[in-house]
């Protein structure tokens, strides 16, 4: 009788230690998901990536995406170290004409005959939401990618520093208005813009019901999309563990 007792007392310490164990582990994973969502701030000197689609016809869209991953792809080659933002321009530079041979052999590869147009320049962007920083509209240095008539919705990344695992809201964001005001207070002329697509934005939120961030056509992002995976995994484990646990006293 006493030694299946302490039997039973020793399945309870080792049972214990493993949930606290996986406890402190899930603890962990957790803060270094929000610690990279709460980090991913767009610095003063970068170089952006946009996309824009033929439409928003389903095959443009898709399109779309395929470029986006093979000229992510081929810039993270052409990149072999840290970089200045100077030096960022000048390797962009260097392989623009392969670039937009790339850009060409996918849409070809795909059955698209449209043209394209790609420069590196400032570039106009409406209001953007960034992790959770707004960004105001104007006019930002960018790699801007042109796919037939470019009305479709678009696409867009950090492309130096090399932020482009992150997949930001690529529509115009609507945030909290304080936030937006704040925003636009820092912002030149152009800024007048911005209030007018928040303003539009605000009324499309009035007839929805719901505020909308908008995101076309987003990846999982290695922030964004990568917090709610996470936490779905840990807690899947948790579930996992209490069962075994479970199983050792039935």
Request: with cysteine; glycine share 6%; charged share 25%.
């Amino acid at each position: 009788m006493s030694r299946n007792y302490s039997r039973i007392s020793y399945r309870r310490s080792v049972v214990l230690i493993m949930v606290v164990l996986a406890v402190l582990v899930m603890s962990w994973e957790l803060q270094k998901v929000d610690a990279a969502v709460a980090g991913s701030q767009i610095p003063e000197e970068s170089i952006r990536l946009r996309i824009l689609a033929n439409s928003d016809a389903p095959a443009d869209q898709a399109v779309k995406r395929v470029v986006r991953d093979a000229v992510v792809e081929a810039m993270n080659s052409w990149v072999t170290g840290p970089q200045t933002i100077e030096e960022a321009r000048a390797t962009m530079r260097e392989h623009m004409d392969e670039m937009e041979l790339l850009v060409g052999k996918v849409l070809s590869s795909r059955g698209f005959d449209y043209a394209f147009h790609i420069e590196l320049g400032q570039v106009p962007f409406p209001t953007k939401m960034y992790g959770s920083e707004v960004y105001p509209a104007g006019n930002y240095e960018a790699l801007l990618i042109t796919l037939g008539e470019g009305k479709g919705q678009n696409w867009w990344c950090v492309l130096f520093p090399p932020l482009c695992f992150i997949d930001a809201a690529s529509g115009e964001a609507v945030a909290a208005d304080g936030e937006v005001e704040a925003a636009n207070a820092a912002s030149n002329e152009e800024s007048k813009e911005a209030k007018a697509s928040v303003e539009k934005a605000s009324v499309q939120k009035e007839n929805a019901g719901e505020v909308v961030h908008a995101k076309q056509d987003s990846a999982p992002s290695k922030a964004e999309g990568e917090a709610p995976e996470a936490k779905f995994f840990l807690w899947e484990m948790l579930q996992k563990l209490i069962a075994w646990m479970q199983s050792l006293f039935a």
